[in-house]
């Protein structure tokens, strides 16, 4: 699973949230990544031409709830 951050230029990065205040969450990397860029394709675009990072996507491997029971993530 996948979600976006994006860095709020003081260096604090943020979960980018769905309407209703949920991470947004992906089940790939390339779909967290292509919507990195429709949400927010300024910023992208700004990377690639300047350099610098204020967006990424990680990975997220477990919930609070599967670390504290053991279960793997997914």
Known sequence: MFKIEIED???L???????DGAILTFEG????????GERHPLM???????????TRV???FRN?????HGTPAG
């Open 9 to 11: 230029g003081h260096g």
């Open 13 to 19: 990065w943020f979960d980018v949230c769905r309407a």
């Open 29 to 36: 990397e390339n779909e967290a990544q292509a919507k990195l």
């Open 44 to 54: 992208v675009q700004m990377e690639r031409d300047t350099g610098g990072k204020r």
């Open 58 to 60: 990680v990975r997220v």
């Open 64 to 68: 609070d709830d599967e670390w504290k």
